[in-house]
């Protein structure tokens, strides 16, 4: 769907995989699976962008793999 990074991981505290888009800011979703997890991130980026777009907000050009310290 998207050329974005996507990082899924466990939260133990919530019991639920979650995945993050950390390019489009607050961009994440969680799931039951990593599929499912990936599948709803998904969703939620189009429609981030979809709003981006309407309001004019400035859309990141995908950076492919970020990495982190």
Known sequence: MNRYEVIIFWSQADSVFIAEIPEL??????????????????????????????????????KGRLLFA
């Open 25 to 62: 800011s607050g961009c994440l979703a969680h799931g039951t699976t990593q599929d499912e997890a990936l599948h709803e991130v998904n969703i939620v980026a189009k429609q981030w962008l979809e709003l981006a777009k309407e309001k004019g907000w400035e859309i990141p050009e995908p």
